[in-house]
């Protein structure tokens, strides 16, 4: 079935790049997403790649797409305390378009 | 209005009790979704609307969980003889149409604790 893995946390100091990773095992997935989520705010879109794609940047986010390993990351360049958050990575599942989620990575920024 | 909207933002409620909760999508969008989210877990589909019909019910997790939808309107989930599993919370996101390239965008969803 599907399923997609993230790393727990994350740490870094303020002013460095951050690297969030997952992977994902619907070879069929055609769009992958990256959501942002605050304390006790809703899901906020950051980002999506399509699967034809191998990155595509947007000011400070990188996001890179490995197929043969279904490996995705995002990078957070000049990463600030406002970026501290829950990150989800999700992969749009069949015609239906339901996201399939991983189960979050908690970016600490330390000033 | 500019996003989706979710009523009641918070709900107590005794084991036992039904609850119903009400999403409003974005206005146009013919795509509505329901999640849940249990505390430190990530988002699990629940189902999915095209309309007013209900193609993909394959994530209620069992049949005390029900949802219907008015038209390209709102919709209401209702959770019968609610258990303290079903403490999460319940998060609707609505797209322009639906399919995997469309963007889902997402309520502040509803907080349920069953006591």
């Known amino acids: 079935g599907e399923d997609v893995e993230q790393s727990l946390f994350l740490s870094v100091r303020e002013g460095d790049s951050s690297v969030i990773n997952c992977t994902y095992t619907d070879s069929s997935s055609t769009y992958l997403y990256w959501y942002k989520q605050e304390p006790g705010a809703g899901l906020q879109l950051l980002t999506y790649?399509?699967?034809?794609?191998d990155m595509k940047q947007d000011q400070r986010l990188t996001v890179l797409l490995n197929k043969k390993d279904k490996h995705l990351s995002l990078r957070i360049a000049d990463t600030q305390t406002g970026d501290s958050a829950i990150y989800f990575c999700?992969?749009?599942?069949?015609?239906?378009?339901?996201?399939?989620f991983g189960q979050g990575t908690t970016l600490q920024v330390k000033p | 209005g500019a996003g989706v909207s979710q009523s009641p933002s918070n709900k107590v409620t005794e084991k036992g009790k039904d609850v119903e909760l009400r999403c409003d999508p974005i206005s146009g969008h013919t795509a509505l979704y329901w999640y849940r989210q249990r505390l430190g877990q990530g988002l699990e589909f629940l189902i999915y609307f095209q309309g007013n019909s209900a193609p993909d019910k394959s994530g209620l997790p069992s049949d005390r969980f029900s949802a219907e939808r008015t038209g390209e309107s709102v919709s209401t989930l209702t959770i019968q003889r609610t258990q303290q599993e079903d403490s999460a919370v319940y998060l609707c996101?609505?797209?322009?149409?639906?399919?995997?390239?469309?963007?889902?965008?997402f309520g502040p969803g509803t907080r349920l604790l069953v006591l």
């Open positions: 996101a609505s797209s322009l149409l639906a399919g995997r390239q469309e963007t889902q965008y």
């Open positions: 999700a992969e749009g599942s069949g015609n239906t378009g339901k996201l399939i």
């Open positions: 790649i399509f699967s034809n794609m």
